[in-house]
């Protein structure tokens, strides 16, 4: 583990890590730049966090890039954000798949424009054997629209009432065979979910942080993993060391 302290090697370190990269447009207006600049500057950072994620042996890391309501914002906006995946992906994909970074989209692919969708499969080909992070990348996605694809899968498939457990549920999502989000992270001090992981952040840690995201830094990353560390995850029950293995009893 490369420019970790002893201290951090010591740290309980969450597998899954969810990050709202909220606050692009204020820390753009806060300096009199174009929101885009917000989003540019937030790319950048976002390369820096993703290092920083491999470097604190962090497993899975989901970020939020695009909501399905974000299709409402202003055209030239939501056109700057479709480019600005297309560089990233074009630009940072050696980078990543040098780190050891596995690649992986969640969220509807098929509304976006074909050349875009053709770079996004090819970067999850690219990378699909590395082992060190996964990253999903949250592009056009929405919580409710998940579920919805979810319900509408397993009609199709003809599952019954009988069968349908939380288990069987996740396996429809976007992250199947992923483990749930443990810490989600919000940059820029709102407190709300925002339509993200919906299903699969039922028990995930929050923190939430005023620093805007294109100012979210190593140390910021470093300072969430540390209120995590000190979180007593019960999962509905007593305290970790309290909590004794009774099964969920299930009403339906
Ligand atoms: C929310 O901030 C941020 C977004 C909607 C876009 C996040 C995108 C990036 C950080 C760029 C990286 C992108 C890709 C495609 C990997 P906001 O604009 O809502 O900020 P505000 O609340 O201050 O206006």
């Known amino acids: ?10 740290m309980k370190i969450p597998t899954h890590v969810g990050i709202i990269m ?4 204020r820390w753009a207006k806060s300096r009199g730049l174009p929101r885009l600049a917000g989003h540019k500057a937030g790319t950048e950072n976002l390369r820096r966090v993703i290092r920083a994620c ?37 630009k940072e994909l050696p980078e990543l798949n040098e780190q050891g970074v596995q690649l992986h989209h969640i969220g509807r692919l098929e509304d976006l424009p074909e050349n875009l969708r053709q770079k996004v499969n090819k970067a999850i080909e690219i ?13 056009n ?14 009609m199709r498939d003809g599952v019954t009432p009988e ?4 288990d069987l ?18 940059t820029s001090g709102e407190m709300r979910t925002s339509n993200f992981l919906i299903w699969q952040a039922s028990y995930a840690e929050w923190y939430v942080t005023p620093t805007f995201w294109p100012d979210f830094d190593k140390e910021e990353l470093r300072k969430a993993l540390v209120a995590f560390a000190q979180r007593d995850r019960r999962f509905g029950k007593l305290s970790e060391q309290d909590a004794t293995g009774s099964k969920p009893v299930n009403a339906c």
């Open 1 to 10: 583990m490369a420019n970790t302290s002893k201290n951090d090697e010591q």
């Open 22 to 25: 909220d606050g692009n447009g």
């Open 54 to 90: 491999v470097e604190f042996g962090i497993q899975y890391l989901t970020i939020y890039a695009f909501s399905t309501e974000n299709w409402g914002r202003p055209k030239d906006e939501v056109e700057g954000l479709l480019r600005i995946l297309a560089e990233v992906i074009e």
């Open 127 to 139: 990378t699909k054997n590395n082992q060190r992070l996964v990253l999903n990348v949250a592009f």
């Open 141 to 154: 996605y929405g919580g409710r629209d998940e579920i919805v694809c979810a319900i509408k899968q397993m």
């Open 163 to 166: 069968q349908v457990t939380p």
């Open 169 to 186: 549920i996740s396996s429809y999502m976007f992250t199947a065979g992923m483990p749930d989000p443990d810490l989600i992270i919000r």
